[in-house]
């Protein structure tokens, strides 16, 4: 029971991160504007009266009932995760002496999910604010990094040895993607992955004018400066053009760790971090040049959790090896024997 809760609810919370860059990308984040209801009522049919009069006030506005059900199908889904980990905490503290189960993480997930519904409730009470709903999308992505730990774990995934060049290498593979989709989550969440729109220059320059201060100040509302002035196009070009840079960078990273993980006989981890990598790449280039088709999009939000996911996989199976010239040798002769 522990090992199908535990996939499931690996499967389900990538679900909710993709749904939920759904929701954000067709402007339903607000379909609902209060919590954890809608217009008080347990679903958008109970509140059928209240979405229409809203409706009626701002025709095309964040409330519509298509919008109201995206909202609450993604409230519904990740109350369900929610559930499911926390029986997933209780089985795992129960069975705290088997190896295979991890009982701190089990029990660190209910927490994160706790502030994940806390960042869920002030991503629509603070209207948005990009800060929040960063958070929000970063929050998700733990869960799901943290599940993939007991999912690795419960699926007997074995380790192998690995040396400490390689090991340092798949741990800043991670941090570099981590850091990429925090700044994907500010590129979304302040509307600027159109802000330039042809490739590779972004308005025909290699460095276009940008206003970085007021791009990455954390505190402010959406579309706003700190002080409570727009946000200038200028902003939203710094916020898009540091995205493309940490792409660069990030597969830069990747493409030095596949190198070294085919070095030292993971072939297949390295062809499958090239997929996703050249998937994730792809995809970004596309949704420029096609001006953000939603499908696309979400895909390449989809993408990022993948990625990250394979991550994971790498850093949980390279073992240090304190003798790696001994211990490395046998596990490869073992390998390919």
């Known amino acids: 029971m522990y090992r199908r809760l535990v996939i499931l609810s690996l499967v389900l919370t990538l679900v909710v991160v993709v749904f939920g860059a759904y929701v954000r990308l067709s402007d339903a984040g607000l379909g609902c504007p209060d919590w954890p209801g809608c217009y008080g009522q347990m679903s958008p049919a109970h509140a059928a009266e209240h979405i229409a009069e809203a409706e009626s006030a701002a025709p095309g506005g964040p409330v519509s009932l298509p919008k109201a059900w995206k909202e609450m199908i993604h409230r519904y889904l990740a109350a369900t995760l929610g559930f499911i980990i926390l029986v997933i905490a209780v089985l795992a503290w129960r069975q705290r002496r088997d190896p295979d189960v991890r009982p701190g993480i089990a029990v660190l997930l209910v927490g994160v999910v706790i502030f994940q519904g806390l960042l869920g409730k002030w991503t629509v009470t603070l209207l948005l604010k990009p800060a929040i709903v960063t958070g929000h999308l970063l929050g998700g992505l733990t869960t799901l990094a943290l ?103 990030t597969a830069t990273g990747l493409l030095v760790l596949m190198v070294g993980l085919m070095r ?63 211990a490395g040798r046998k596990t490869h002769e073992n390998a390919y024997a």
């Open 264 to 326: 030292q006989g993971f072939g297949r981890m390295a062809a499958l971090l090239a997929l996703m990598l050249v998937g994730q790449v792809a995809l970004g280039i596309a949704n420029v040049q096609m001006s953000l088709p939603l499908p696309l999009a979400v895909a390449h939000n989809g993408g990022a959790a993948l990625l990250l996911l394979v991550l994971v996989l790498i850093n949980t199976r390279l073992m240090p090896a304190r003798a790696w010239g001994v």
């Open 147 to 249: 599940l993939a730990l007991l999912a690795i774990r419960v699926a007997g995934v074995r380790r192998r040895f690995a040396s400490p060049g390689l090991i340092r290498l798949a741990r800043l593979g991670l941090l570099l993607v981590v850091g990429q989709i925090a700044l994907g989550g500010w590129t979304s969440t302040n509307y600027a992955a159109l802000a330039c729109t042809d490739f590779p220059t972004c308005h025909g320059s290699w460095w276009p004018a940008m206003d970085v201060g007021n791009a990455f100040h954390v505190v402010r509302e959406l579309g706003m400066t700190a002080t409570g002035d727009l946000l200038s196009h200028e902003a939203l070009t710094a916020i898009h053009w540091a995205h493309r840079l940490g792409a660069l960078a």
